[in-house]
């Protein structure tokens, strides 16, 4: 086995494959469709569902202390590359920004899309089928669903989606063991 590949191997083991921000996203997706279920104007909503965005990290970072997840695996340096990836979306949320007045029944489509994208580069780092096919998947999905369903819609799909996803994930770290 090559240096990379030790090193990705760490990253697998530690973080059991970013298991914990999977784990929390379901949460925040659960956060989100409480927030579609609420009676009040699309552009409150839109931003609560930016304030539930915003609680990924802290519950990912308390379940990984549940799970046992080396949060931030400091001694392997493809971990900031893991970092780069998850930052890299943060830019992409300035286009969601944009949406969110312009055309806000649209926003979390825009969220969803970019959201199943980012995963794609995770695939890599941690040798993952379920990261690949996951990001493809919930990205064309989140288009489909986000253009022909109102937003409650899609994020029950989401919801369902990083579950399933979740469950994958549970499956492959499983046959590291």
């Known amino acids: 086995m090559g240096e990379l590949e030790k090193l990705k191997q760490d990253c697998i083991v530690k973080q059991k494959r970013?298991?914990?921000?999977?784990?929390?996203?379901?949460?925040?997706?659960?956060?989100?469709?409480?927030?579609?279920?609420?009676?009040v104007p699309v552009l409150t909503k839109n931003l609560f569902v930016f304030i539930c965005t915003a609680l990924l990290l802290p519950v990912s970072y308390f379940i990984s202390r549940l799970i046992n997840v080396d949060f931030q695996n400091k001694t392997n340096p493809l971990t900031k590359l893991g970092m780069l990836f998850s930052m890299n979306q943060l830019l992409y949320l300035l286009i969601a920004m944009w949406i969110y007045p312009t055309i806000p029944n649209k926003m979390l489509m825009?969220?969803?899309?970019?959201?199943?994208?980012?995963?794609?580069?995770?695939?890599?780092?941690?040798?993952?089928?379920?990261?690949?096919?996951?990001?493809?998947?919930?990205?064309?999905?989140?288009?489909?669903?986000?253009?022909?369903?109102?937003?409650?819609?899609?994020?029950?799909?989401?919801?369902?989606?990083?579950?399933?996803?979740c469950i994958t994930l549970i499956l492959e770290n499983h046959q590291l063991d």
């Not at 899309?113 to 919930?138: K, T």
């Open 18 to 39: 970013g298991l914990h921000i999977i784990i929390a996203s379901i949460a925040v997706w659960g956060g989100i469709l409480a927030v579609e279920l609420l009676n």
């Open 110 to 165: 825009v969220l969803a899309i970019i959201f199943g994208a980012h995963l794609l580069p995770y695939s890599w780092l941690y040798n993952s089928r379920a990261y690949l096919i996951s990001s493809i998947v919930i990205s064309i999905l989140a288009l489909l669903v986000g253009i022909n369903f109102k937003p409650f819609i899609l994020a029950s799909v989401m919801l369902a989606m990083v579950a399933a996803f």
